[in-house]
């Protein structure tokens, strides 16, 4: 009995976890399976290693941050809700103005049970395509960075688990069994969504990652921070606290690679940028092909244009609009209506829909907009070395297997070919097998000296917290 109560102690909490006797028998069973997962897919090679990380031990502002060494097995995977906000009402859809709800609505049940296991299996996916990443690491800096992402996206999924457990009962504890059990990638029992079944073969594609699929997660965890469903929107609202700090990784990963390939070309007075390969950086043509890869299978994820069940969570309550609360309108939507995309006689075209049925590509669009700046940001870096070459974003409608574009051939630049036209392009605009090869033969080991770098990446600005760049933040035993 003591080493029960000793690891219920051993999960820093603020949902009163030592007095909830239902949700303790339901972690008896899932924490050892949750062991067990990370052993199997968590970090390749990484159980014995001291890394130096943050751990949320309390939602405080000294608490959610506290900065040590440890290993990864022993991290404290917490659950921590924020604090309730007195008198929240459900705040949109025909529910309005209701006490936001602190248990399920039974004739919402299965929606919302839904929405969290959509949710909740995004984070062991990640887990689970970077696994590999830590061998070819380009310093211990970025090792741990990636670590940091992958203990959190673990506290994600305890956070959805802890939902499923606390609030759904049986039928609860088997979707939290059944995201143990999923894998990415897998034939047979893959995970829920596309592009968590795509491979993340190499650093660039985990910065491209962490840049543009976690801030899918930010946009997604927004709109259920805005639930009706107080526990949910409590649940997200602190996951987004660690999520920032993914994208950061992302943003300032590419922005670091694109500076040092820059760099070079300008030190060497390269114009043709398909010549900076030889001098062992990542040229800036790969870069954009990786960029609308990972773009365009992301935006695939925000779902259908056109979507009913995106007007259902709405009009119940259960998932808001992108900072909802903050938009100033009747939070209703009986008469909007909004512009999406589409493809009428061999053009792409705005459409007026029910923006009721337009929700998903309403986020969509708030979320292009934060990319976009975030690509000018690399522009300024690139500009900053004198080199005229700019990344973009492609169409909308680019490579698109979702939605209202699906089934079309359009080019980065939004014109619809057909499938020989675009064929024949493909390499040009996506990253190729030869491209990939190129970039992992870059990355075959990982630079373990603290402060160094690999030749493709320039250091970060700074280092994590307040330690310097060149600080030991991976101890390997
Ligand atoms: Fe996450
Ligand atoms: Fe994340």
Redesign the pocket.
């Known amino acids: 009995m003591t080493s029960k109560i000793d690891y219920i102690d051993k999960i820093p909490n603020n949902v009163d976890l030592g007095r909830d006797r239902v949700l303790q028998r339901a972690l008896e069973h899932w924490q050892p399976a949750y062991m067990g997962w990370w052993y199997d897919m968590g970090p390749n090679e990484s159980h014995n290693y001291d890394v130096y990380l943050r751990t949320a031990i309390s939602v405080d502002p000294e608490g959610w941050a506290v900065f040590d060494y440890i290993k990864m097995p022993q991290y404290r995977w917490g659950i921590f809700l924020v604090p309730p906000t007195a008198g929240r009402e459900v705040n949109f859809g025909v529910n309005k103005g209701q006490p936001a709800w602190q248990d399920v609505p039974g004739e919402y049940r299965s929606m919302l049970r839904r929405l969290i296991v959509t949710q909740g299996d995004?984070?062991p996916a990640?887990v689970e395509q970077q696994r590999m990443l830590g061998m070819c690491a380009p310093s211990l800096y970025d090792l741990r960075n990636i670590y940091q992402v992958n203990v959190?996206?673990g506290r994600?999924l305890w956070a959805m688990v802890y939902l499923l457990h606390r609030y759904f009962g049986r039928d609860g504890r088997e979707e939290a069994e059944a995201l143990l059990d999923r894998r990415s990638g897998d034939v047979d029992n893959p995970r829920i969504l596309g592009a968590f079944n795509e491979p993340t073969p190499d650093w660039l594609a985990f910065y491209m990652f962490t840049f543009f699929t976690?801030r899918d997660?930010k946009f997604q965890?927004s709109s259920l921070a805005e639930s009706g469903f107080d526990p949910l929107a409590r649940t997200c609202r602190f996951?987004l606290t660690?999520?920032a700090h993914?994208m950061f990784v992302g943003e300032t990963g590419v922005g670091r690679i694109v500076q040092r390939t820059a760099e070079v070309m300008a030190e060497n007075k390269i114009d043709d940028p398909d010549h900076a390969r030889a001098l062992g950086v990542i040229d800036l043509h790969t870069v954009q092909r990786y960029l609308n890869f990972h773009y365009s299978v992301t935006l695939d994820l925000f779902g259908g244009d056109v979507s009913s069940n995106a007007a259902s969570f709405y009009t119940t309550g259960l998932k808001g609009r992108y900072e909802e609360t903050k938009i100033d309108d009747d939070h209703m939507l009986g008469d909007a209506t909004y512009n999406v995309g589409t493809v009428r006689d061999g053009r792409v075209v705005d459409e007026q829909i029910a923006a009721l049925n337009a929700l998903n590509e309403r986020l969509r669009d708030d979320y292009i907009g934060e990319v976009q700046a975030g690509v000018e940001r690399w522009n300024k870096v690139i500009e900053k070395t004198g080199i005229p070459f700019r990344l973009r974003l492609p169409h909308k409608g680019f490579h698109r297997q979702i939605g209202n574009f699906a089934g079309f051939h359009i080019s980065p630049e939004g014109d619809v070919l057909t499938e020989a036209q675009w064929n024949a392009k493909r390499d040009e605009w996506l990253p190729s097998r030869s491209d990939y090869t190129f970039v992992q033969a870059m990355m075959t080991g990982r630079v373990v000296e603290p402060g160094k770098f690999a030749n493709w990446i320039a250091p970060p600005r700074r280092g994590v917290h307040t330690q310097p760049i060149d600080f030991e933040y991976v101890r390997f035993n």
């Open positions: 995004t984070e990640s959190e996206e994600h976690d997660g965890l996951m660690e999520e993914h």
